[in-house]
């Protein structure tokens, strides 16, 4: 009976909460973008951006991972209570969208089929065949020691002796979120990455390639299961190196850069085609925000890579629309970031 308790609630922390929390931006985006998936994604992201400003302090101050559990925990539930009342209204929304499926040809349903079909596969075999990888020494070595000892980035990973705050790593906690939800379900993090999170971000990420297709295809919905079946085939044999987009995502999409390449990267173009717009929705601003910050929780890159991106977007997006304002606005969202970098800067 502890076991089913403990694998619900990491389920649960896996698969209603994210989609919860994408109530928050989901509400103030046009009706293309209201659908089940976008809200799934916006909620992953929303989750990375508040643990990203919850968890830097508590871990530059040294402070132990038990206060961070309970801070962060308390600041999700306040988001989730907000969130559900604030979206309550969607659910019309979504009923709406799956009603529309029943009206889909019968070979775009097929479409569809295979589609799902091969990222069951994937998820399936993402761990049955568990590739063993050599950065999990680091990753899956700092979710266990801040589990075990109460501390954040106190601890040499390979020994497990007391050391200096690793400044390194300490603006990108994606291996103590990973402890979070271990402390939370009683599920070790070794588990939950390999095989929780392992199919679970899968989901995450073809979620955010769905909403690709939805806007490059607006106009054209019968091919998104073509669109969807290319890019799954193409993750099945991308692995030609170790370095790829897609060897990452099937064999360590739990670590930080996997969550780079795989959903911060791709879901950084989905806000950027969206802002590119002529009219531009208020949920998106909020989910492109949350993006930039999420690069920080995921790599310590994104520092350059963030604001880099972001300040090409802002001067082509800028003289596209001929407007300053515009092109100053977009790269002010990614402010929170470099303030991160400068701090970053200054504890190194």
Known sequence: MESIIRWATLLVLVLPVPFFLGFIP???????????????????FVSFFLFEL???????????FMALVIAY??????????????????????????????????????????????????????????????????????????????????????????????????????????AWMSRL??????????????????????????????????????????????IAVWFLYGNISLYTTETFAMTRIWQGKGIMAGMVVPALFLCLLYLAQEKVSQGMWMLFICVCLSGVFATSVSFMIIPTMTGVASVLLGWKKKSLKFAAELFLCCTPCILLAVCYLIVR
């Open 26 to 44: 989901v509400k103030h985006m046009n009706r293309l973008q209201k659908t089940p998936a976008m809200t799934y994604v916006c909620g992953w």
């Open 54 to 64: 919850t968890a830097v302090p508590f871990i530059l101050l040294e402070w132990s």
């Open 73 to 178: 925990t308390c600041v999700v539930a306040a988001a989730l209570v907000l969130s559900a009342w604030k979206g309550r209204h969607l659910w019309k929304v979504y009923l709406e969208k799956i009603r529309d499926v029943r009206d889909m040809p019968a070979h775009v349903k097929a479409g569809w089929a295979v589609f799902f079909a091969i990222v069951l596969f994937q998820m399936i075999y993402a761990v049955l065949y568990e590739y063993y990888d050599g950065d999990d020494a680091y990753y899956i070595a700092t979710a266990v020691l801040a589990d075990s000892f109460d501390t954040m980035y106190l601890r040499d990973t390979y020994t497990g002796y007391i050391y200096p705050l690793d400044t390194r790593h300490a603006f990108s906690p994606t291996p103590i979120y990973q």
């Open 185 to 230: 379900s009683g599920i070790p993090p070794a588990v939950v990455a390999h095989s929780v999170l392992a199919p679970v971000w899968l989901l995450f990420l073809y979620c955010i390639y769905g909403q690709l297709a939805n806007r490059l295809l607006w106009n054209r919905k019968n091919y998104k299961p073509a669109f969807l079946i290319l």
